[in-house]
């Protein structure tokens, strides 16, 4: 048998083509949702541009809460980087197992064996709470998968390109700072300050720009 017949199925001559279809799939509904956005009639075209930034505001800003709530060095640290990385395998299946994390916690909740004994009446109150927000929690899942992640998308990959201009950029700038506690001064770097959390960067690249822009459109723009 040739070397060439023992090459995996999905990878020739260095090209994973599983990835590639995997990527044009998620560019291919990123398209069609912006089609459907701006082609919507009766809509201004700045309240459908701040949809779109408040979607993109919303998924930064959340992954970035997330980030600094969870343990350094931990399995979920490296799933909240898989968030933003613009590998669509990776970006996409990741928030399936977050949604997925979220919703067995409320099944935790929902189990009939109990700790310490409570009223008949307030059980049966919070399963039918749980239940209601388990539902809605897999209605919202669906339309992440299918909505939000691939309107999020490109700004993703804007992230992730700038987070890596500064990984691959030769040079670097200083900053030294004088503080009244600190008898001598502070020098710091501003690459390391980028790179020393890369998925808190990416998440303030795309985040913030875009959420401000989006409170800036919601309440400014009717003005103008």
Known sequence: MSEGATQDAGTTKGINWRLVALTAVLLAFTAAEYWLIFI????ALQKKVTVVLAIIGAYGIALGFIRKNVPENSLAEELVGDLTSPNPAL??????IFLGMITSMLSVGLSTRKATPQPAALMFLSSIVLIAMALGLVAYAIFHALVV???AYPAILVAASVVNAFETAAGDSLITVTSQKQAAPVTFSLKAVALKD???TASFVMGLPAAVLA????VFAPFL
């Not at 970006?91 to 399936?96: I, M, P, V």
């Not at 409170?215 to 919601?218: D, V």
């Open 91 to 96: 970006c996409w299946g990741t928030n399936f």
């Open 40 to 43: 919507w009639e009766g809509t």
């Open 215 to 218: 409170l800036f459109g919601a």
């Open 198 to 200: 890369k998925v808190a």
């Open 149 to 151: 992640v691939p309107i």
